[in-house]
Every structure is written in C-alpha cells, then in structure tokens.
C-alpha cells in the first residue's frame, strides 16, 4: 500500500462513533477508555489537534494521527461585523474554498448554522449560493466538523444548529441524517434533536421519510411563495414540486410527527407581500401546526428586488394574525457581514 492510499483511508475523527474508535484504538493494544478521552476532548473541550489532548500518553497522542485523520477544514476567512452578532466562517481543503458556516448570537443563546453542499444545484433567484455551481455534497465527517470548529473558534457549547447554510439537505440526505446522529451521540456532543432545525425548499418524498427519520428534529420549509408562477421563478424546483404538493408533505409531517412546523416566507416588495398573497398563505397553512416567519429580503447587489417598506410588513403580518396563522418578524443578525438566509458564499472568491 503507498502512502497516498494509506492516507485516504485513515477515518475521519469527525465521522467516527466512541465504539468505532474504541476499536481502531484496541487493535493498536490501547484501552477503550482512551476512546472515551478522545471524544472528550473532541466534543466537549474542542481540540484542535490529538496533541492538544494532554491526558493522553504523549506515545498515543504521537501515534493517533497515524490510525486517525483530525478533521479536513482549513480555516480560511472569518468575518465578524462590528456590533454585529454574526459570525461567517469560510472553510476550504488544500487552500481551496470549500464553504461557509455561521454562528448566530441570540440572547437565549449560540446558534450554528451550516452549510450541506458545495454551491447548490436548487439556484433559487433570491440566493447568492446559485452563482458559485454545484460541486458535490459534503459528507458526514465535514457537516460535524463544520459545527464544532465553530464552537472552538468561540470556546463555548453551542446549543441550537439549523441546516440553513449552502445547499438544499434533502438533496444530501443520507450524509446531513448521519451528521445529526453524530451530533446527538450521547457518547459525542449529545445534542438534543429538538434543538436542530433542518430547513428545505420542499421535496415532498424527502419531507415524508424525514418524518419516519427525524425523531424530534424540527423542520422548516422555505415557502416564500403560494402561487405556483410566483415561487417557479423564485425557487426552480417548483416546477418539479408545487406549491400544493410540496404544503401537502409539510401537513404530512406535522401530523406524522406532531411536531409544530415552520413556514419560511421571504418578503420581497411587490413580488409576495400585497394583502392577498398573506390571504393565499394564510388559507394555505390552515389547519397545519405552523409557525410562519416573516423574512423582509436582505438586499443583495445584483439582484434586483426591495426590502417592502415597513408599513407593508406590518400590514402583511396583520393579515395573517387576523386569520389565526402564527407569525413571527425575523430580525436577520448576519446582515451586515452577508450572512443572513440567501446570503451564504456570496463573493467568496473575492474574500479569499
Ligand atoms: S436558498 Fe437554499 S436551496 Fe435555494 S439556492 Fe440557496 S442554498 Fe440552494
């Protein structure tokens, strides 16, 4: 076996169980609870590097790199805008950028928001991440890892994560499920389910076995959108899965699960907030267990639509409460460092 091939198959920290690495490490003649110790200092003391794990025999912490990759992700940018509450991260390997994650800070606390895919096959025309194409889905070990190279760089726990960065996670299903078993090992991080909120555009077969699957994981659906014409030039995928199936799914799974669901809704100025397209949402969610976030449009150069003024938005969202849909007014907290929803990768080149 040459080295280059012995390399690409060492596993990856980020995609191993304890048990996994309970017994790379027993072949190598070493206890189990020195797996125990790793995923300590993994998941919950956020190393950087085996040799940061002190309570380790300095012979074991020599030799792990040899049985064990410690992550992939370059650092390669992080953006922090003054008095902003919002920070961006651009990962890359071999120098090169790969993609973004953000770490939002709420007054109830650190949200991780990552990133699935490597650019996004989906090219919603409100979305930064279509201009950079589509390369491929990140694995398992990469989502993990996106997420706790977030809560080192901040050396704090981060309790909420939302699949709301590059790329549509249902066109990654198999690897963003693993991601979140990983993260919701008892033996690793130990997550709770109920704070991870997986958001999609709507593939209505996904939404459905991501019912039998999520066990207490929230979902979100980016409606933006309730007339088949409007959202086919907003989110391309429409044409595939309309409006009517992709809110039939989202019932589905609000019954199946009886977890309450949420409704995202961008409000684009004089594309989907006149009084009626609130009327139109507000008949469509009847009767789903939903919450409907309003999202004003963060602006983005090149693109051509306007933030509807703040009367609008006031209007909109009465129309809704009047109706008994429950609504909240996203505050967007990466705007100013073009983090906000839509806004992920975008120049990426150009920050490098
Ligand atoms: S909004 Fe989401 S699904 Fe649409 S292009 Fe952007 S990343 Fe992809």
């Not at 139109?280 to 789903?288: F, P, T």
């Not at 509807?308 to 409460?321: C, G, Q, R």
């Amino acid at each position: 076996m040459n080295e280059a091939t012995e390399y690409r198959e060492k596993p990856n920290i980020f995609e191993l169980t304890r048990e996994e690495l309970a017994s790379i490490l027993g072949e190598q003649g070493h206890k189990p609870y020195r797996a125990a110790q790793v995923m300590n200092w993994v998941y919950k003391r956020y190393a950087g590097s085996f040799q940061e794990m002190t309570d380790l025999p300095k012979s074991l912490r020599d030799e792990l790199p040899n049985w064990v990759e410690f992550g992939k992700l370059e650092l390669l940018k992080k953006q922090e805008g003054r008095g902003d509450r919002a920070k961006r991260y651009l990962w890359g390997t071999g120098g090169k950028p790969l993609v973004e994650s953000v770490l939002l800070k709420y007054k109830y606390g650190l949200t991780g928001c990552v990133s699935t895919q490597v650019g996004c096959p989906v090219g919603c025309a409100f979305c930064a991440s279509r201009h950079l194409g589509f390369e491929r889905g990140l694995s398992k070990a990469e989502i993990v890892e996106e997420f706790v190279r977030m809560c080192a760089d901040e050396k704090s726990r981060i309790g909420r994560l939302v699949f709301m960065g590059t790329g549509e996670p249902f066109l990654n299903y198999e690897n963003v499920l693993a991601a979140i078993e990983t993260l919701c090992d008892p033996n690793g991080y130990d997550l709770s389910r109920r704070r991870i909120t997986v958001s999609t555009v709507g593939i209505p077969e996904a939404i459905r076995e991501f019912a039998k699957e999520s066990r207490g994981v929230r979902l979100a659906l980016s409606l933006h959108a309730t007339k088949d014409d409007v959202r086919d030039k907003l989110i391309p995928l429409n044409r595939t899965f309309p409006v009517g199936a992709v809110v039939e799914a989202l019932r589905d799974y609000a019954r199946a699960t009886g977890q309450r669901v949420t409704v995202e809704y961008m409000l684009i100025s004089r594309i989907n907030d006149s009084k009626e397209d609130a009327l139109a949402l507000a008949a469509l969610v009847e009767g789903i267990d939903c919450l409907v976030n309003l999202i004003p449009w963060n602006p983005v150069p090149g693109l051509p639509w306007k933030r509807p003024d703040a009367e609008d938005i006031k209007t909109f969202k009465e129309v809704l409460e009047r109706n008994r849909v429950k609504v909240t007014l996203r505050r967007s907290l990466g705007g100013n460092i073009e983090a906000a929803c839509g806004q992920l990768r975008r120049r990426i080149t150009e920050r490098k």
